[in-house]
């Protein structure tokens, strides 16, 4: 298993990093390090790029797991727009955990440009591993994140694809389960050790008759697309609450999550 950071035009192998970028880097981490231990709360937030989302929580915060769950277009861009505010907001590298192949090289540096950033100074700070099984998955979580971390300082940590790995035939509904647990056992040890937000990004929720991830993450955002808007719907501790995006023309009760 290899990790890589990317480059405009190619992929460079994550050992070859630039000095000078490390060095900006961990200033601005040391400022996040010392905002986030002041208080018992989150008090430092990235945007999410979502609107709504930003709006009804604040943005995604520093010490906590946010899971987003949905086959939306607004969560097929939600990688992406987070390595950019990343940068934008903290100068600050990104972790990517790709088991779901969601990122787009092309797509973050189109997004790069949207924000006047030049794309190589964004995707030289975003440090990218594929995952294809829940065992590779497994071993970068365990074994090589933390020690990046240590490394590279990120603001944040993105992991795509993992309910979909959990939900491959192969595995059991055991054996997924304690994977599970395990993988959000080290993730929060993580946030609780590191200033970095943990953003889980997947297509598909986990099976029914699974440990339910809401009962293991700080926050569950499930994104549906309905007719004229989409519905947001946002799970934070045992509280829930429903988001709905304002609309030219006439909202039907699908919209409110009335019908299912």
Not at 183 to 195: E, L, V
Request: hydrophobic share 40%; with cysteine; net charge negative.
């Amino acid at each position: 298993m290899r990790l890589f950071h990317l480059h405009w035009g190619n992929v460079k192998e994550m050992e070859q990093y630039p000095a000078h970028h490390i060095e900006v880097s961990e200033t601005r981490y040391g400022d996040i390090h010392t905002r986030a231990s002041s208080s018992a709360q989150p008090t430092v937030s990235i945007s999410s790029g979502i609107s709504e989302i930003d709006e009804a929580l604040g943005g995604l915060y520093i010490g906590q797991i946010t899971s987003f769950i949905g086959r939306s277009k607004l969560l097929s861009s939600l990688l992406h727009r987070v390595c950019v505010n990343t940068f934008d907001m903290f100068h600050s590298p990104t972790v990517v955990l790709d088991s779901g192949n969601q990122l787009n090289p092309f797509l973050l540096a189109r997004f790069a440009h949207l924000n006047m950033i030049p794309p190589q100074d964004l995707l030289e700070q975003v440090y990218l591993s594929r995952a294809y099984t829940v065992y590779q998955l497994t071993d970068l979580v365990h074994a090589h994140v933390e020690s990046l971390i240590q490394q590279k300082k990120p603001v944040t940590v993105i992991l795509t694809g993992l309910c979909s790995l959990l939900g491959d035939a192969d595995v059991s509904d055991e054996a997924a389960s304690q994977l599970l647990q395990l993988w959000i056992k080290k993730m929060k040890q993580i946030t609780q050790t590191y200033p970095v937000a943990i953003i889980i990004i997947d297509k598909q929720d986990l099976r029914s008759d699974m440990v339910l991830l809401d009962e293991l993450v700080d926050t569950m955002i499930h994104v549906k697309d309905m007719r004229h808007c989409p519905r947001i719907t946002i799970v934070q501790k045992n509280q829930r609450v429903t988001v709905t995006s304002e609309t030219i023309g006439q909202l039907c009760l699908q919209d409110f999550g009335m019908v299912i």
